[in-house]
Nanobody
Framework: QVQLVESGGGLMQAGGSLRLSCAAS????????MAWHRQAPGKQRELVAE???????NYVDSVKGRFTISRDNAKNTMYLQMNSLKPEDTGVYYC??????????????WGQGTQVTVSS
């Protein structure tokens, strides 16, 4: 029905930058809130940043001032610009979207995740 595909992860040295993308496709009528979560090895998945369909944003304290979440509603795509990366930013980054489908269902969808590794 709805697919989310993340891209842009990789290996980066501390202090570097990466840009993640999440492209949504399928039976989409409207995408409401979108968010990035991450899961570090041995830890629970946590919210990193979220953005409403009107552009309101929210960040976890540890990434404020370094990460910027944005979206292009015309392309059903969300981005995460990550600057001044730290080793503690390492983890699998997942895209989450709250979608109103063309069948009038409202449901959360997850992407498959993209690995971000920051070396010291």
């Amino acid at each position: 029905q709805v697919q989310l595909v993340e891209s842009g992860g990789g290996l980066m040295q501390a202090g570097g930058s990466l840009r993640l993308s999440c492209a949504a496709s399928g039976s989409i009528f409207k995408i409401n809130t979108m968010a990035w979560h991450r899961q570090a090895p041995g830890k629970q998945r946590e919210l990193v940043a979220e953005i409403s369909n009107t552009g309101n944003t929210n960040y976890v304290d540890s990434v404020k001032g370094r990460f910027t979440i944005s979206r292009d509603n015309a392309k059903n795509t969300m981005y995460l610009q990550m600057n001044s990366l730290k080793p503690e930013d390492t983890g699998v980054y997942y895209c989450l979207a709250f979608v109103q489908t063309t069948f009038n269902f409202n449901q959360y969808y997850w992407g498959q995740g993209t690995q971000v590794t920051v070396s010291s």
